[in-house]
């Protein structure tokens, strides 16, 4: 059962791997934002996680985040995101992100509960 303030975190240590000079979101050594994206989806899926009738999961629609202070290699950080509002199928977390030394990310995440099979359907019909 879904409930308001209900949270769930992810943490992943800094590497080369997932450094903004590795994915290509820009040329320095620091944790990328597009890694930083995938960290903040992750600890909304663990908030839901076993929390969503069987055969649903929730796809992100939008992601509005700061990321406010870079985050070196060897570093670990830390998202935490808090369900704030559940309209119907449309789920709103508000998004803390921070490294071992502050704050490096806030934002707004939003999730849609859908049906796994027919959501599927819809979006191999694009191959047809």
């Known amino acids: 059962m879904l409930e308001i303030n209900m949270t769930g975190k992810e943490s992943v240590t800094v590497t080369e791997e997932n450094t903004a000079a590795t994915v290509g979101s820009g040329s320095l050594r620091v944790f990328a934002t597009p890694s930083l994206a995938a960290l903040i989806e992750k600890a909304a899926c663990n908030c839901l996680l076993g929390r969503l009738e069987e055969g649903t999961t929730s796809v992100g629609t939008v992601l509005d985040i700061k990321h406010m202070a870079a985050t070196p290699v060897g570093m670990k950080a830390e998202a935490t995101v808090t369900l704030v509002e559940i309209d119907?199928?449309?789920?709103?977390?508000?998004?803390?992100?921070?490294?071992?030394?502050?704050?490096?990310?806030?934002?707004?995440?939003?999730?849609?509960?859908?049906?796994?099979?027919?959501?599927?359907?819809?979006?191999?019909?694009?191959?047809?």
Request: hydrophobic share 40%; proline share 0%.
């Open 88 to 128: 119907g199928r449309r789920l709103v977390f508000d998004v803390a992100v921070w490294d071992e030394k502050e704050k490096i990310s806030e934002g707004v995440h939003e999730r849609f509960i859908v049906n796994s099979d027919r959501f599927m359907t819809k979006v191999n019909s694009k191959l047809d």
